[in-house]
């Protein structure tokens, strides 16, 4: 078993920046892949960065490429997210979730934060 918890969301002005944590325990085979997807109400879900635990190899959608960063504190098994210049359309529920694999699809992680509330204004 995996769990996730994530913090850190909040509101935020257009411009502005936030960083999202995600405390991760459990199986570590579980957990080789780290995500923070978000979803946006009436929108599809979007994966916005992954990284490797092992290799710390990130990947990123286009839409946050130069403004997001995604990291990780191995010691402490805890997930960021760097969140800068943020947009209004960055508003979503963003969520921490594990898999064995970043090259997998979507539906291949298995575990799920709760998710934390990200709100840009204009």
């Known amino acids: 078993q995996v769990q996730l918890v994530e913090s850190g969301g909040g509101s935020v002005q257009a411009g502005g920046s936030l960083r999202l944590s995600c405390a991760a325990s459990?199986?570590?085979?579980?957990?080789?892949?780290m995500a923070w997807f978000r979803q946006a109400a009436g929108k599809e879900r979007e994966r916005v960065a992954d990284?490797?635990?092992?290799?710390?190899?990130?990947t990123y959608a286009d839409s946050v490429k130069g403004r997001f960063t995604i990291s990780q504190d191995s010691a402490k098994n805890t997930y960021f997210l760097q969140m800068n210049s943020l947009k209004p359309e960055d508003t979503a529920m963003y969520y921490c979730?594990?898999?064995?694999?970043?090259?997998?699809?979507?539906?291949?992680?298995?575990?799920w934060g709760q998710g934390t509330q990200v709100t840009v204004s204009d």
């Open positions: 979730a594990a898999g064995k694999s970043c090259r997998s699809g979507d539906g291949a992680f298995t575990y």
């Open positions: 990284i490797y635990r092992e290799s710390a190899s990130t």
């Open positions: 459990g199986y570590t085979y579980m957990r080789n892949c």
